[in-house]
C-alpha cells in the first residue's frame, strides 16, 4: 500500500519558472512532512520540512504548502535554476514510527537554462 | 563534522552469497535507519537501530538483517542474495530517535547481484 503518492514523476521547466511537486498522504498519523532532494551518485538531502500545526514554511527559493484537510503538500521552488535539477522526495514520519520515514515515488526535475 | 559514511560503495556479488555493508553515522548521532533505493519500489524502510536496539523494521523478509554497535555505528546483512536485491543501499543517521529529527544520509552502497 503506498501511503504517500507523489506527482509528477517528471518535470521540465525553463530557468527562471516556478517548480511544483505535489505529494498527498493517507496516514492521518504522520506528523512530519520532509522533503528530499537527491543528486546522481548521492544519497537524499534535507531541504525543507513542516509539521501540520503550520499551512506554508518557505525557506530561501523553497516552500512547502501544507493542506491538513485534503491530507495533501507541495513544495515550489522558486526561480528554479539548472543546478535544482535533481530528483526531489516527499516524505512522511509520525511520532509513533520513530525515525521511520515513508517516502514518495520521486519527481525529476529538470530545469532547463 | 564528517558526514554519514558507509562502505564499501559498490559491491558484486552473486545469487545465494551473502553481504554485509557498513553504515558510521555522524558522530554523536545515536539513531540509524537503513532504507532501500531501487528503480521499481523507490526508497523503502529497512529498519531503525537506537541503543543498539532495534527499534522499528520494514516490510522486508528475515533475510535482511542489522545491528547496531556501542558507538552507534550499524551494519546490515542480506543472506542467500536474490537477484532483485541489486539496489542502492542507503544509511540515515539522526541525533536522537523521532519527533521530527533530521535524518541525514550517507552516499549509499550500490549492491548489484548476478
Known amino acids: 500500500q503506498q501511503q504517500v503518492k507523489q506527482s509528477p514523476q517528471s518535470l521540465i521547466v525553463q530557468k527562471g519558472g516556478i517548480s511544483i511537486i505535489n505529494c498527498a498522504y493517507e496516514?492521518?498519523?504522520?506528523?512530519?512532512f520532509p522533503w528530499y532532494q537527491q543528486f546522481p551518485g548521492k544519497g537524499p538531502a534535507l531541504l525543507i520540512a513542516i509539521r501540520p500545526d503550520v499551512s506554508e514554511k518557505k525557506e530561501g527559493r523553497f516552500t512547502i504548502s501544507f493542506n491538513k484537510s485534503a491530507k495533501q503538500f507541495s513544495l515550489h521552488i522558486m526561480d528554479s535554476q539548472p543546478g535544482d535539477s535533481a530528483t526531489y522526495f516527499c516524505?512522511?514520519?509520525?511520532?509513533?514510527?520513530?525515525?521511520?520515514?515513508?517516502f514518495g515515488t520521486g519527481t525529476r526535475l529538470a530545469v532547463r537554462p | 563534522k564528517a558526514g554519514v559514511t558507509q562502505t564499501p560503495r559498490y559491491l558484486i556479488k552473486t545469487r545465494g552469497q551473502q553481504v554485509t555493508l557498513s553504515c558510521s553515522p555522524i558522530?554523536?548521532?545515536?539513531?540509524v535507519s537503513w532504507y532501500q533505493q531501487t528503480p521499481g519500489q523507490g526508497l523503502q524502510f529497512l529498519f531503525e537501530y537506537f541503543s543498539e536496539t532495534q527499534r522499528n523494521k520494514g516490510n522486508f523478509p528475515g533475510r535482511f538483517s542489522g545491528r547496531q554497535f556501542s558507538n552507534s555505528r550499524s551494519e546490515m546483512n542480506v543472506s542467500t542474495l536474490e537477484l532483485g536485491d541489486s539496489a542502492l543501499y542507503l544509511c540515515?543517521?539522526?541525533?536522537?530517535?523521532?519527533?521530527?529529527?533530521?535524518?541525514?544520509f550517507g552516499p549509499g552502497t550500490r549492491l548489484l547481484v548476478l
Open positions: 516524505a512522511a514520519s509520525s511520532k509513533s514510527s520513530g525515525d521511520k520515514l515513508t
Open positions: 496516514n492521518t498519523a504522520f506528523d512530519y
Open positions: 540515515a543517521s539522526s541525533l536522537w530517535r523521532g519527533e521530527g529529527e533530521t535524518q541525514y
Open positions: 558522530s554523536g548521532h545515536r539513531s
